[in-house]
């Protein structure tokens, strides 16, 4: 009797240590899948963010954020679209240009500068990553909680411009989550190797043989003439032009009166076609003031594609650097036709030559005439 007891004990106590062995696999195989499901990612704002290993359905959400998104060659996953992106118009973004598709596809906020995603909306459409630009970490937090979707926020940067080590890091984070990362770096390549062929065309000429330059009509939250330029101008830095602006020792945009345009009288005038419209009109009501300025009497003021709208589109800046380039420095550019360039790397960026759309609706290169 006291055999089959011991038997029966044995058989219990060794059920029950399988029963634990069994429940601690489970437990441990549970832990295992998620990892294995998952990766931790830090964005741009320094949160650290747990998003799906295999994302197949996302948006975008903020200024510039969708454009980043085309870069990388990842439409096909975007589900959702701003109501921005639909009703703008599409001329001075060649990443909407190129891809219409996007249009067709559901609303998931208004967008614009504060873009005001709606959470509601955005589940309906079930993306396993938000992605989001020019929000703070509260709104990040805040659209993350609500929603029960991972928001991992990327940047443009402080400026904004093309030579920008936060649009880089910006690029490889939604490279890494997207299954991206050979094409990040193919970007990448693309914009600083643009550059540097940029300024090793000009880094030699000496600074008394640089003719002075401005540029006039820049777009900043809005329309404006000639009145409005920019200290640091990307594609001027990019081909070491002798910018008048800069000696105010500012960055980024700035309001001039015509009286200090007067003073400086450069050499060359660009003038950004966002804000063309407005130079013309007052050009009517006060042509003296233009015919003082011995870029207009000599006949050197050009037309620029406009590349900031909806924050900086990477592909115009250089686009509008290389024809700066072509009309400051012949010699130095004499194999590029700018025009070509720009499709060149438009095709490159967003998939599409674009620039006869831009040209035809925004005016494109050109010598500006003003009788």
């Known amino acids: 009797m006291m055999k089959k007891f011991v038997a029966l004990f044995a058989i ?63 439409t096909d996953k975007v589900v959702g679209v701003e109501d921005a992106e639909k009703k703008w118009r599409i001329y001075g973004r060649p990443y909407r240009i190129a891809h ?12 614009g500068p504060n873009p005001k995603p709606n959470p509601e909306e955005i589940i309906k459409v079930k993306p396993d990553v938000i992605f989001a630009c020019y929000i703070t970490k509260e709104q990040a937090d805040d659209l993350q909680k609500k929603t029960g979707i991972p928001v991992v926020v990327l940047s443009y940067g402080k400026l904004a411009t093309f030579n920008n080590e ?67 101008y ?12 800069d000696e105010l020792n500012k960055e980024g945009h700035v309001f001039v009166n015509k009286e200090q345009i007067l003073k400086w009288n450069p050499d060359y005038i660009f003038i950004d076609e966002g804000g063309l419209k407005l130079v013309i ?15 207009f009497k000599n006949g050197n003021v050009y037309g620029l594609l406009p590349y900031n709208y909806y924050t900086t589109n990477i592909g115009t800046a250089l686009a509008d650097a290389y024809y700066i380039g072509k009309v400051l420095y012949p010699e130095r550019f004499k194999d590029i036709d700018p025009e070509k360039k720009a499709d060149e790397i438009y095709t490159f960026l967003v998939g599409k030559p674009v620039y006869n759309v831009m040209k035809e609706i925004l005016g494109g290169f050109k010598k500006l005439e003003f009788e």
């Not at 994302?55 to 510039?64: D, F, L, S």
């Not at 219409?100 to 967008?111: F, N």
């Not at 193919?186 to 550059?195: L, Q, R, S």
């Not at 990307?234 to 602006?245: G, R």
Request: aromatic letters at 6%; one cysteine or more; glycine letters at 8%.
């Open 234 to 245: 990307p594609p001027f830095e990019a081909v070491n032009a002798k910018n008048v602006a």
């Open 12 to 74: 219990l106590i060794l059920s029950l240590s399988l029963s634990i062995s069994f429940c601690g696999c489970s437990e441990k195989t549970s832990q295992e899948t998620a990892q294995n499901t998952t990766i931790k990612i830090i964005d741009m704002l320094g949160r650290e963010v747990e998003v799906p290993k295999d994302v197949n359905r996302i948006v975008c959400i903020g200024p510039g954020c969708l454009r980043l998104i085309v870069y990388l060659n990842a």
């Open 281 to 295: 009109e007052d050009y009517k009501k006060n042509p003296e003031f233009y015919n003082s300025l011995k870029a």
């Open 100 to 111: 219409p598709e996007l249009a067709k596809l559901p609303t998931i906020g208004q967008g």
């Open 166 to 232: 936060d649009i880089f890091k910006s690029l490889r984070i939604a490279g890494k989550i997207l299954d991206k990362e050979e094409r990040a770096e193919e970007v990448i390549k693309f914009i600083k190797d643009c550059e540097n062929d940029l300024k090793n065309r000009t880094k030699e000429i000496p600074d008394d043989k640089k003719p002075t330059v401005y540029v006039g009509g820049i777009g900043f939250k809005g329309m404006h003439g000639i009145d409005s330029t920019q200290c640091k």
